[in-house]
């Protein structure tokens, strides 16, 4: 049974989940999937004092995503690697 929570209410986000079957629980029950904002993923999964991910928990976002996702930083990643 997948358990999921959130920071944003989004309809869409909730009724996809449902639908799945999936669990949202509340605070401080555990969790397998956390659906959260970019500036709530930088300040709660922080490397140096934040959350740390167990094994079978993930989130939809992680520090500098954009690294690979926006193509010219990863055009400047591979180019970096390459060297």
């Not at 970019?38 to 500098?64: E, T, W």
């Amino acid at each position: 049974k997948i358990r999921w929570k959130t920071d944003m209410e989004k309809v869409c986000l909730s009724s996809n989940f449902e639908r799945r079957g999936w669990h949202r629980v509340s605070e401080g029950e555990p969790w397998n999937i956390y659906w959260a904002s970019v500036s709530s993923a930088k300040m709660v999964f922080n490397g140096d004092f934040g959350y740390r991910l167990s094994d079978g928990q993930m989130i939809n976002h992680f520090p500098n995503h954009y690294e690979l996702t926006r193509k010219d930083m990863m055009v400047k990643n591979i180019k970096r690697y390459r060297k």
